[in-house]
């Protein structure tokens, strides 16, 4: 259990941490975070964290994908553990 409570504390971080750093180069112009990267991130476990730097750092939030695909994520997930817990 602890192995899986640490694993979704990391994959957490790096979704808020991907998220900040995606919106700093988006703000310099420079090389991004490829969208599919940040989905990956979401549904390996990190779905809260990239919803929390979403708002936190207000990137992505007009996208309409990730507006609607990451709290769909978090869904997702939930029902699958709702499902393994039953």
Do not use: C
Request: glycine residues 6%; charged residues 15%; hydrophobic residues 60%.
């Amino acid at each position: 259990m602890k192995v899986i409570l640490l694993y979704l504390l990391i994959m957490n971080a790096a979704g808020v941490a991907s998220m900040l750093v995606d919106k700093h180069k988006a703000k310099k112009k420079l090389w991004r975070i490829p969208e599919a990267t940040l989905f990956a991130i979401a549904l390996l476990g990190g779905s809260i964290g990239s919803l929390v730097g979403m708002y936190l750092f207000r990137h992505k939030t007009k996208h309409l994908s990730f507006t609607l695909g990451i709290p769909a994520i978090i869904a997702v997930q939930l029902l699958l553990v709702w499902l393994l817990i039953r």
